[in-house]
């Protein structure tokens, strides 16, 4: 191990990279003091069934869907459950109670925050060690396409 990563160790430093660390320990983003949950597959399904226009498109995105999407990020999976087992209709109402309470700067801000917060949910801030599909593969000597590959081993 080199020195580097040794003194690192002994500092109790982290040595995995951030972009690695941000896709697995996001950094926790609020809304008017509502802090954002990580975005579990059950928050995705919720937005699906309430048709919401930040996970799917077909429909502008009103002020009404962004408090949708803040109440229903807000929520851990079993609020999320809670939230929903009264149908879509009664969500609603739950939806109109929680927009009621937030302030106008917070639904100011609201949707930056959660657009970014669902982006890197449905992202990853992971990237291909080759750098993408642009960069040819390090381990292929014949990456370059104009390039035949040779007959030696």
Same mark, same amino acid.
Do not use: N
């Given at each position: 191990?080199? $020195? !580097?990563?040794? =003194? %690192?160790?002994?500092?109790?430093? &982290?040595?995995?990279?951030?972009? @690695?660390?941000? #896709?697995?320990?996001?950094?926790?983003?609020?809304?008017?003091?509502?802090?954002?949950?990580?975005?579990?597959?059950?928050?995705?399904?919720?937005?699906?069934?309430?048709?919401?226009?930040?996970?799917?498109?077909?429909?502008?995105?009103? $002020? !009404?869907?962004? =408090? %949708?999407?803040?109440?229903?990020? &807000?929520?851990?999976?079993?609020? @999320?459950?809670? #939230?929903?087992?009264?149908?879509?209709?009664?969500?609603?109402?739950?939806?109109?109670?929680?927009?009621?309470?937030?302030?106008?700067?917070?639904?100011?801000?609201?949707?930056?925050?959660?657009?970014?917060?669902?982006?890197?949910?449905?992202?990853?801030?992971?990237?291909?060690?080759?750098?993408?599909?642009?960069?040819?593969?390090?381990?292929?000597?014949? #990456?370059?396409?104009?390039?035949?590959?040779?007959?030696?081993?």
């Amino acid at each position: 191990m080199g $020195a !580097r990563k040794t =003194a %690192a160790r002994k500092k109790g430093a &982290s040595t995995i990279d951030t972009s @690695v660390l941000d #896709a697995f320990l996001p950094k926790q983003l609020a809304v008017s003091g509502v802090p954002l949950q990580p975005i579990t597959f059950l928050h995705y399904i919720a937005l699906e069934r309430i048709e919401s226009p930040l996970v799917s498109t077909g429909r502008e995105c009103t $002020a !009404r869907d962004v =408090a %949708a999407g803040l109440l229903l990020c &807000s929520l851990p999976p079993d609020g @999320v459950q809670s #939230a929903m087992a009264g149908g879509v209709d009664a969500f609603w109402g739950l939806v109109d109670e929680f927009a009621g309470r937030m302030s106008v700067g917070g639904m100011m801000e609201a949707p930056a925050v959660l657009s970014a917060h669902l982006d890197r949910a449905f992202s990853t801030a992971m990237r291909p060690a080759s750098g993408g599909d642009d960069d040819p593969d390090p381990l292929d000597r014949h #990456a370059d396409p104009a390039t035949p590959p040779s007959s030696e081993p």
